[in-house]
């Protein structure tokens, strides 16, 4: 099933139950403050190996049974959860875990891209996120995009221009999306990525989600669930 529709903007709550690889206690209190505006729950993307996406639909349901299936795609799955729950993290097929924080309209050719960019660092999603100071000093975030259309323009053109809107909405985030797209990764001499986005194009929309797990997560192997 593909994703159907738009989904809400949403913004989370606070996290249930026990597991490893979502957000700090300090980010989320912010998170938290901010949910007043959560409307019909939150919609959290898990990221899957392609082919086993009903059964990640499964295990999301049956680990955490009062999240609900929004939609499927190719690798991924939407459910709608009360709020960030952290069982979700034990859910051994999901590859990685992001919130969806908002969904906005894409254009085709190079021109629409400041267009896109503004739409991006403009939704009030990414205030709870990035409103404030870096919690680590050399702290930043990155954007990462993915594309699936008829685009002229590349995904690494797409992440420079929205982390080049999101730089001046929020200057006292260092913007580390070069130097990831470099080579250096995050583990590199002084990059700390804080808050990674993800923007997924699907021909003329984006879904812009926050990475709620650590790249080890993937990794986990035997530890996983």
Known sequence: ???????????AGAPKGEGRGLPSQALQSSLNRHSATS?????????VTPGLEATCANEIVTRVPEATEVATGRGKVWVSVPDIDRRLATVRTADNLFLHLGEVESG????DLPDLAEAVSSLPALEPLLGGRPEVRGSGFVVNVSRRGKQTWSRFEAGASIADAISARYP??????????????????????AVELRVDVEDDRAIVSWRLTPPSFRFRGPDRG
């Open 39 to 47: 409307v019909g729950g939150t919609v959290i993307l898990a990221t």
């Open 1 to 11: 099933r593909r994703l159907g529709g738009r989904l809400r903007p949403q913004q």
């Open 108 to 111: 085709p050719i190079r021109r």
């Open 172 to 193: 006292d985030w260092p913007d580390l999306t070069g130097i990831i797209a470099g080579g250096q990764g995050a583990g590199g001499r002084g990059v700390r990525v």
